[in-house]
């Protein structure tokens, strides 16, 4: 029983000490975050831009403490954060452009309208 805990355990933190610093993953976080920060994601999706920030911070706290798992997790969690943050700035930035078309149209419409001749029979 006694060699079975003890083998049971060194398995146990051979496991944890095998998971790399996620430097990789952290580097890509980075980017997906200055990437939403460019599209605007800050003013567009302020919830879930902070959301990402608040995550990469947790994320990079985690890697002097060796929590390797956790500060992997956290920095996916950050990159999906980001990329979310991302598309809804692109997708507001968007639709604000098709109303402005909208609106030009309208606006035109309306002044044809105006300048249109009241006779039927005018050419």
Known sequence: MG???????????AGCAS?????EQMAVSRAAISNALSAGGNQYAPVVYKSAIDKMQAAEAAMPNEDYAL?????QEAE????????????????RAADTVQD????????????APTDPTAP
């Open 71 to 75: 500060a992997l997790r956290l920095a």
């Open 19 to 23: 998971l790399p610093p996620p430097t």
């Open 3 to 13: 060699f079975t805990l003890s083998g049971a355990a060194i398995l146990l933190f």
């Open 104 to 115: 030009d149209m309208r606006a035109l419409r309306k002044e044809m309208n105006r300048n």
């Open 80 to 95: 999906v954060d980001a990329r979310l943050a991302a598309e809804a700035a692109r997708a507001a930035k968007a639709q």
